[in-house]
Structures are given as C-alpha cells and as structure tokens.
C-alpha cells in the first residue's frame, strides 16, 4: 500500500517567497496551486493521502473543496471535515469555518470517525479504517503544553484500535521526538522516519514537524521524505507498506 501525508498548507505555496508571505500564505487565492498539488500527487499513485490544512471551500478557493477536487484528480474518494469543534468560536470566523484535515482514499472504506481533543484550537481526528488497517490523521497544537494533553488524548483514542494502524500528520513537535517518546514506548509505536529527515520549512528543511508512526502488524517497505516538491512549507511524507 502507497500512503501520502502532505501538510498542503491550504494551497498557497506560491506565496513562500514574496513580501507578508505568512499573511499571504493563509489568505491567497490558490486555486491554480491546488491543481499543481493534485499532478504531483497523481505521480506516485498514492493508495491512500492523509492532508493537512485543506481549504473545504472558501475564496481561497473559489468556494470549491480541496478534498473534492483533489480526489477527483485521483480518481478517490475524500473524507473530510473541520479541524475545529462545532462549538468553537472560530466556526463563526469566514475563512476559518472552511479549514480542515482530509483523506483521500483509492481502497474500499469500512469505517470513518471524527475524534475530537477536549484541549486546543486544532482539535480534530480522522479516523479511516480499511479492511486490514487504520489510519489516524492528526493536526496537533503549536504551544507545548496543549500539544502534550492533545497526545495523553491520542492515547485514548487509539488505545481501542483492534486492527494495525498508522498515526500521520503535523504533530509541530519543535522539542524534537522527545516529546513523543513516551507515547510511542506506551503502544509501541515505531516511527517510520528512522533517520530524523527534517520536513520543514520546504525550501530549507531543518525541523522534522511530520510525522508517520505504525504499530505492529505494519510492515513499512519503504520510506521517503519527497523533496522534489515546493508546493507547500512543508515536505510530504511516503511509505509503501503491507500489512502482517
């Protein structure tokens, strides 16, 4: 099985390098972008895509779903939803009631679950289980101390896994995998990034902010962090693995 995490950054790459590019990163327009995002990831013939930072349809994107669209490219099927709680006051806020975190899906789905942390902005979990496998899909809290409450949480969720399973996404761990070390020690967890290649910032990787942890029962065949890319801040992630 193919499997691609891509932090798309909701499809404003283009803006990386010019003048307010963290104000413009967030609020252009990137319709053409998107498409870019859906050759390149047409290339590797992903079974599965985890993406963070999806614009489910604001100007940005002029009213059309990233996830829609991109899993049209792909031929897969999205499952997406928004990266803040119903109740959230930032559901309220134009721009921000349309971002959130989607999979895209070329295997036959038996399962989906949106989990929700009780602590932080960013609070969603997607869930999607195959046959064989699940996948967890996460965006976690750029300030330490929520980050830390945000994986006890995880732990909960995943804890009642019956089936082999992935955890991907941005966990924006700028401690370093310290700070998961406990975690992954408690489910025995295996990262598939054994080398600690860094994913972030794109143009000039020093940080490793992504990542794609497995639990027993995964195979990993094959690992790669793709840095033939600049469509986003962040490098996306590829593993080839099977089930045993």
């Not at 963070?52 to 604001?58: P, Y």
Request: glycine share 8%.
């Amino acid at each position: 099985m193919k499997f691609i995490l891509y932090n798309i950054r909701y499809g404003t790459g283009k803006y990386l390098h010019q003048p307010l590019k963290h104000i413009r990163g967030y609020l252009g327009k990137s319709v053409e972008q998107t498409d870019k995002i859906g050759d390149f990831l047409k290339k590797y013939k992903p079974d599965v895509v985890g993406l963070v930072e999806v614009d489910l349809g604001s100007y940005r994107t002029r009213r059309k779903n990233q996830a829609t669209f991109l899993g049209k490219q792909l031929g897969h099927y999205g499952i997406y939803e928004h990266k803040y709680s119903q109740n959230s006051s930032l559901m309220k806020v134009p721009v921000l009631r349309r971002q959130g975190n989607a999979f895209l899906s070329g295997l036959q789905v038996e399962g989906q679950k949106f989990h929700y942390f009780n602590n932080g902005m960013k609070k969603l979990v997607i869930e999607l289980e195959t046959k064989d496998f699940s996948i967890f899909l996460i965006h976690l809290a750029l300030g330490a101390k929520t980050r830390l409450k945000q994986i006890v949480e995880l732990y909960e969720v995943i804890d009642s896994c019956t089936k082999p399973f992935i955890i991907a996404g941005d966990f924006n761990l700028f401690w370093g995998e310290e700070e998961i070390e406990l975690f992954l020690r408690a489910l025995n967890l295996k990262n598939a990034n054994i080398k600690n290649i860094p994913t972030y910032p794109s143009w000039k990787p020093k940080k490793v902010l992504d990542f794609i942890i497995y639990s027993e029962g995964i195979k990993i065949n094959d690992f790669k962090v793709l840095t033939d890319v600049r469509l986003s801040d962040h490098l996306p992630l590829y593993v080839d693995f099977e089930t045993i």
